[in-house]
């Protein structure tokens, strides 16, 4: 079993930066693809952005590419997600999810075998 957990949630201005973390641990981090969703109030959850077991792979949603950067530490079984240039748009719950197994990103919830509760981030116009 692997539990996911997610920190850093939180309320910004429009232009502003937070850094999400996600700490995933119950087995070997190094072995898992991780990868950062969000869900909106009345919407579907969806991709944000991903990043191999190895770190060597990102893939970035378009709404966020240029302005979010996603990067992990294996030696602190975490995952991070930078968020620059927030915009009110980017308001949501965020969430860190795991796949153990394969060498690439993946970017469909249905990949994900393990997701942690979510933090939200609110972004104020």
């Known amino acids: 079993q692997v539990q996911v957990v997610e920190y850093g949630g939180g309320l910004v201005q429009a232009g502003g930066s937070l850094r999400l973390s996600c700490e995933a641990t119950g087995r070997t981090f190094s072995n898992y693809a991780m990868g950062w969703f969000r869900q909106a109030p009345g919407k579907e959850r969806e991709f944000v952005a991903a990043i191999s077991w190895s770190g060597d792979y990102t893939y970035y949603a378009d709404s966020v590419k240029g302005r979010f950067t996603i990067s992990r530490d294996n030696a602190k079984n975490t995952v991070y997600l930078q968020m620059n240039s927030l915009k009110p748009e980017d308001t949501a719950v965020y969430y860190c999810?795991?796949?153990?197994?394969?060498?690439?990103?993946?970017?469909?919830?249905?990949?994900?075998?393990?997701w942690g509760q979510g933090t939200q981030v609110t972004v104020s116009s």
């Open positions: 999810a795991s796949r153990l197994g394969g060498s690439y990103y993946y970017t469909s919830t249905g990949e994900y075998d393990y």
